[in-house]
């Protein structure tokens, strides 16, 4: 099993930036994928970045060109870069990790491990 901590959250205006860390421990060599989820209010967990052992990334269209994902193996810390934030950008953040077969990155069910979260607000 691998816990994940996410850090990083905060209150920002339209057009800032924040940069959220998620550190895992446990077993992290277990692992072949990570990725960041965002959840608003009364909608659904969204897929917004991932990366994949051997450097892949994906990201959802909302955010390609804007926000930017990276994981630092030495430290066992993914990071997601977040560069002209949105006001749709409001949620709550979550960190996966996940083992087994490659499936669609943005599936929440491709993921075994999730972080408690950490809230991200954007205000014009």
């Known amino acids: 099993q691998v816990q994940l901590v996410e850090s990083g959250g905060g209150s920002v205006q339209a057009g800032g930036s924040l940069r959220l860390s998620c550190a895992a421990s446990g077993h992290t060599y277990s692992y072949n994928r990570m990725a960041w989820f965002r959840q608003a209010p009364g909608k659904e967990r969204e897929g917004v970045a991932a990366i994949y052992t051997g450097g892949s990334t994906y990201y959802a269209d909302s955010v390609k060109g804007r926000f930017t994902v990276s994981l630092d193996n030495a430290k066992n810390t993914l990071y997601l870069q977040m560069n002209g934030l949105k006001l749709e950008d409001t949620a709550m953040y979550y960190c996966?990790?996940?083992?087994?077969?490659?499936?669609?990155?943005?599936?929440?069910?491709?993921?075994?491990?999730w972080g408690q979260g950490t809230q991200v607000t954007v205000s014009s």
């Open positions: 996966a990790a996940g083992t087994g077969p490659f499936v669609g990155w943005a599936r929440p069910s491709a993921y075994n491990d």
